[in-house]
């Protein structure tokens, strides 16, 4: 398994909702990461884990608030979203921190906030 | 400041017409530079890992280089389905920048048959 899986596809939620992202990979990759992507702009970094502790927080707002509940899954949980906040929410893996083999990225969330 | 720049923006080439993106780049010791593609509404798909000046790394129609200050990626014979957003990125060698990819805006590429 060379992928990593990211569900759902696409999610549309309200200001006041909670939803949660899901992230896994079996490629026994020790180092994962939240990137969000806007319309026609690169991937900015998010969070990243390593050996399933946070490792970088890149100053994001508390809505958003990830989880690596062991090696193969990262979650990123969102509640009282902003419209601002519509993106694209990308999750990569790579074997350790330093990414010698490159990063793996998953085809990523559609977030749409209403 | 870590800075990663990309050009073209955009570059148009017609099928057969052989050309090449630039990534240029400043950053506190260079651990490793990415070229990545990415399709509309996917994530980026990796396709090389460069680390050190004068490296070069290929891949059916695409060729990576490296040097000091800047990267080509290289296309020869481009066909239709090479149609993709080319993203350069680069990691740090600061120990606090583990982990931080640096992604340039892109270069979106269209071939025309």
């Known amino acids: 398994d060379t992928e990593v899986t990211q569900t759902p596809k696409h999610l549309v939620m309200g200001m006041t909702n909670k939803k949660s992202l899901k992230c896994e990979q079996h490629?026994?990759?020790?180092?994962m990461y939240w990137y969000k992507q806007k319309a026609k702009k690169p991937p900015e970094l998010m969070f990243v884990?390593?050996?399933?502790?946070?490792?970088i927080n890149e100053s994001v707002p508390s809505r958003f608030s990830p989880e690596c509940p062991n090696s193969s899954l990262l979650n990123l949980h969102l509640h009282a979203l902003q419209p601002e906040d519509s993106a694209l929410y990308l999750c990569a893996s790579s074997q350790t921190l330093q990414g010698f083999n490159g990063y793996t990225f998953g085809s990523g969330t559609r977030l749409t906030v209403v | 400041e870590d800075q990663v720049t990309q050009s073209p923006e955009a570059l148009r080439l017609q099928e057969g017409e052989s050309s090449s993106l630039n990534c240029s780049y400043t950053?506190?010791?260079?651990?490793?530079l990415f070229w990545y593609r990415q399709d509309p509404g996917k994530g980026p798909e990796f396709l090389f890992t460069?680390?050190?000046a004068g490296e070069e790394k290929e891949k059916e129609r695409l060729k990576a280089t490296l040097t000091k200050k800047e990267s080509f990626l290289h296309i020869t014979a481009p066909k239709p389905e090479d149609s993709a957003t080319y993203l350069c990125a680069v990691q740090a060698g600061r120990g606090g920048s583990q982990g931080n990819l640096i992604f340039g805006k892109g270069t979106k590429l269209s071939v025309k048959p």
């Open positions: 490629m026994g990759h020790r180092a």
């Open positions: 460069l680390y050190s």
């Open positions: 884990y390593s050996y399933e502790k946070l490792s």
């Open positions: 950053v506190s010791g260079l651990r490793g």
